[in-house]
C-alpha cells in the first residue's frame, strides 16, 4: 500500500517538472512538427509547374524559416517569464535544477538561436528542410546543459549538440564539409568516450551521478588525492572539447571553415555559454584544487589561438583561432575560483556573443558580396578579398573596426571591459594566494592581448590602406546593415553602460 | 576469483589482438571475442540483463555489420604504412605514461568498504523500477537523440538527383 502512495507522489512530481520545463517541451513539439511540416512541404516545393518553381521553393523555405522563428519568440518569452518565480527547484527527482543563472543562460542560448536565424535571412541562404528541425534540436540540448546537475544529464545534454552540430557542419554537403564533419565528429566521440570514463571512476568514488548533493564532494574528498584529480581531468576533457580550450582545440579551424558561415557564429557562441556554466557547476561541487591545471589550460589556449591566428589567410579561420584565445581569457575566470572570477565570465561570455555573431555576419557578407568571384581552389573568405572594402562603404567599414576592437579588447567597446574584469579577478587572486602560476598568467595574458592587435587590426587596415581591385562596388541591403547595427550597438552600449549589465549578472 | 582472472587475461589478450592482427577481418572477429569476454565480465558482476543486451546488439548486430562493410570494401589488401617512426614513438611515449598514471591512480583507490550487492540488482525488474522511476527524463531524452541522428543520417547518406559522388 504505502508503494502505491510513493508511486502517486512520484508522477505528481514528474508532471510539475514537466510543467516546469515547458520551453523544452515545446521545442520538442516543435521538433517534431518542423520534421512532418518539412515533409508535406517538400512535396509541394518540388512539384515543377513551370512558372512558380521558384515561388513554391521559396515558400517552402520561408514557412520552415517562419515556424522556426515564432517558435523560438515563444520559447524565449516562455524562459523570461520564468524570471518571476525564480526558487531554486530540482526537477525530475534532482536530474535538473532550475535557478536563475540556468534561466538567464537559457535566455542567452534561446537569443543566439534568434541571432543565427537572422543571419540566415538576411543573407538569403536556402537549406534544406532538415536544417531548421536540428537546430531546434541543438536548442533544446542547450537548454538541458544549463539545467543539469547530474552527470548522465551532463552527458546526455552534450550529446544531443554535438550529434546535432556534427550534421549542421556537414550539411553543405560538399567535400569540404564533409571533411570538416568528419573531423568534428572523431574528435567529439574520443572526447565524450573519455569524458564518459572520467565520470564513471567519479561514479566509482562518490556512488552517486548527482554533482550538487553533499555525497559527491563527500566522496570525492574521501579518495585518494591523485585519483579523484584523474578523473575529474577525464571527465572535464568532454567540457574542454565543447568550449575548444587547449588542447582540445585541433578541431576548431576545419569545422569553422567547413560550416555554413552563420551556423560557425552560432557554435562559436552557444555551446560555449552552455559548457561554461556546466563547468562552473562542476568546479563549485568538487573540492580538489584545480586552480595550477585551469591556469595551465588558459595559458596555452591564448598562447596556441593568438599564434596561430598570426599566420592565418583566411578569415573564418582567423576567427576561429582567435575564438580559441577568448576560450583561454574567459577560463582566466575559473581561475580565480572566486565570485568575481564567475562573475566576470558570465560578462565575457555576452560581450563575445555580440562580438561573435557580428563578426562573422560582416566577414560573411564582405565574402558574399556581388563581384567578388574567385577561383575554384580559393576561398571567398581569403584575407585578401576586403582590400579597400571599407573605402568603397565606410559605414561598413567602421562597423568591422569596432568589432576587431573589441575582439583585441580595447576601448571604447565591451570587449575591453570584458578583459578588463577577467584580469582583475585575476590580480585579487594573486594577491589571496601569491601563486607564481597566477602572476606568470596575468603577464602573459597582457601579453598576449598585445600580439592580438596584430591580427586583428590586419582586416581593418587591408580595408582602408590599401586599394581595391577595379570597378568593385559592395553596398549592403537595409535589413543586412540594421542587424548589424543591432549587433554591433550593444558592444558601444556594453562599455558605456558595463555597471548595468553587471548588476543583473551579480543578482544571479 | 580464479575464473575471473582467466576472464580478465582472455579479455586483454583478445582486445591487444584487435590492434595487433594485420587483417582487418581477423581484427573484427577478435573484437566479437572481447565483447563476449566482456559479457562473460557482465555475468560475473550479476548484470544479466546488460550481458544479453551486449551480446545482441553489440556482437550480434553491430559487429556483423562492420564485418560486411570490411569485406565488402576489401581492405584484406596490406596499405603501407602511413605514419613515420617518429609519429609512432610519440604516441607510444604518450599512451604509455597515460598508462602507467592511470594505474597509479586506480592503486591508490581504496576499495575496501565495497557493500555486498543485493541478487536482485541485474535482473530487468530492478533495471526496469530505475529506468521508469529516476531515470525517466534521461530515458525520454535518448530519444529526441536517437531521431536526431536518425534524420541526419538519412539526410547526409540520401543521394539527391545529380548530386556528385565522391
Known sequence: ???KIYLADLLEHILESLNIISPEVFLGAVFLLLIIAELFLYKYASQKTDLS???????YQNTLWGITLISVLIALNQVILQFSNTNDTFLFGEMLILDSKAIFFKALNTLSVFFLLAHIYVSKRKYAGEFYPLVISVLIGLNLMTMSVNLLMIYLSIEIVSISSYILTAFNKTRKAAEGGLKYILFGAAASAVMLYGMSLLYG????????????????AQTDNIASTIAIVLTLCGFL???????????????????????????AVAPKIAAFLVIIRFYSAVPNDLQVLTAVIALASITFGNFSALWQKDTKRLLAYSTIAHTGFMLIGLVTLSELGVKSVVFYLIVSLFTNFSAFLLIDLAANRTGNDVPESTSKFAIDNFKGLGRINPLFGILVVIVMISLAGLPPTAGFFAKLNVFSALWEAYQLSGRQILLLLFAFGLLNTVISLFFYLKIPFLMFFKESEEGQTFQL??????LAILLV????????????????ISQL | MNFWYFLTAL????????????NPIHSVLYLVFTFFCISGH????????????????????????FLFVIMMMDLSKNSPDSKSTLTKLAGAILGGTLLVILIAASRKVDLKDVKPIDAQTGMVEGLGQILYRDYVLPFELVSILFFVAMVGAVMLGKREAGERNF
Do not use: C
Open chain 2, 11 to 22: 579479455t586483454l589478450l583478445s582486445a591487444s589482438m584487435v590492434i595487433l592482427s594485420k
Open chain 1, 477 to 482: 541591403s537595409t535589413e543586412q546593415l540594421a
Open chain 1, 53 to 59: 518553381e521558384s515561388t513554391n521553393e521559396n515558400t
Open chain 2, 42 to 65: 557482465y555475468v560475473l558482476l550479476n548484470a544479466q540483463f546488460l550481458m544479453a543486451v551486449n551480446i545482441v546488439v553489440y556482437a550480434g548486430a553491430i559487429m556483423v555489420l
Open chain 1, 489 to 504: 550597438l550593444p558592444i558601444l552600449l556594453l562599455f558605456f553602460k558595463a555597471d548595468w549589465l553587471m548588476n543583473i
Open chain 1, 241 to 267: 572539447f565543447k568550449i575548444s580550450a587547449s588542447p582540445f582545440h585541433i578541431w576548431t579551424p576545419d569545422v569553422y571553415q567547413s560550416a555554413p558561415t552563420p551556423i560557425v557564429a552560432f557554435f
Open chain 1, 205 to 220: 568514488m562518490t556512488g552517486t551521478l548527482n554533482i550538487a548533493s553533499p555525497d559527491f564532494s563527500r566522496g570525492i
Open chain 1, 1 to 3: 500500500m504505502t508503494k
